[in-house]
């Protein structure tokens, strides 16, 4: 049975490849071995060293790794990708992947691969995998579905889409109540989800030191987190839907304090988590420091930027807001995210700086 599932994955993914393009991550479980990426035309580009592999996957983790599917990465950040193996009784387990320093704990003991490069970098750079990428072991020469965490000897392969044009390419949110949450596309844009709650200040996110201010921080199947300070300084805000908000014991403070947006579906939809546009195959942290994809769409269309409107005027760059400031976004009246592209920019050109 699994060497059927194997098989019926190599079809989906090859298929996808020719229309799109695959990164592919290779991570040996041997400490001291080399971690590289594959690019679609073959090219093998080395990222580091694995300097520590698990022993064991981490049960149960963080609540919204439930809403991703087994063998994918469950969330992709610049200090940590997490990888769900499967879900019990309503909990997910997860193995990791870590910078080998970092100065955020971002994963459990015993259960990350620890990787020699800098956070924000590499895997957790221009090279990290879009949430939903599908993960598979490759064990005494067969590739197998992921089931638990790699045995030494194993190699983990991360599969991810590096698209030439994203069915979405630029979402705005209204910042108010019930503001809407636009999706444009080469369908024209679409009203996607409403704002229970708008985002008012700024917060001490952690990982928010290894990233840029107006760039993705972190996303998952409950979180798009933005960075809003400098790099090496800490500084964010959260975006999430509306059942993590209401459901997951972590982020009862999210309806108290003002550093997290709170986004609805629309009346009969499906629930926001762990589905895109906005929490499944979305976001990356995309290239910095010396981190390069080849080429000069892939590798500035894959940092995805975030703009902002202040008091209704033109789009401009988020204020650089650093630590705790519970009123540092409270003229912010709109934001837009920009979605990673490897292509050149076509006809929705026009709509960037439209209002």
Sequence with gaps: MRKI?????????????????????????????????????????PLGHVRMIPVRANYPAYT????????????????????????????????????SVTVTSAAAPGAFFALEMDAGTGVFGAFAPLTGSRVTVEHGGEELPLEDAPSEGDTLIIRSLLPESPSVYMADIENRPGGRVIAYSADG???????????????????SVYQNGGRIRASHSGVICVATS?????????????????????????WKLTQWMIVAPLPGMLDLEGTPPLFKSAFVPGAQLGDKLPG???????????????DGGEWEHLPKVEGRVDDGLENVTHLRLYFPSCGEPGSQQVLYSAK
Excluded at 71 to 96: D, F, K, M, P, Y
Excluded at 296 to 310: D, I
Aim: charged fraction near 15%; aromatic fraction near 4%; glycine fraction near 10%.
């Design 189 to 207: 844009p679409r009203v996607i989800a409403r704002v229970m709650r708008p985002v008012r200040g700024v917060g001490r996110f952690g990982g």
């Design 296 to 310: 000069l769409w892939s590798h500035y269309g894959r940092r995805p930027l975030v703009l902002c409107r202040v």
């Design 5 to 45: 599932l194997a098989a019926l994955l190599f079809v989906i993914m090859a298929s996808s490849a020719k229309a799109e393009g695959l990164i592919e991550l290779r991570i040996p479980c041997n400490v001291g071995a080399e971690v590289t990426a594959k690019l679609p035309g073959g090219e093998i580009v």
């Design 230 to 254: 400098p790099r090496d300084t800490v500084g964010g805000l959260q975006i999430m839907p509306l059942k993590h908000a209401l459901t997951s014991p972590e982020m009862l403070n999210a």
């Design 64 to 99: 919204a790794s439930k809403w991703a599917s087994p063998s994918t990465v469950c969330a992709s950040a610049v200090n940590a990708i997490h990888i769900l193996v499967n879900v019990e009784a309503g909990r997910g387990r997860i193995i990791s992947l870590v910078p």
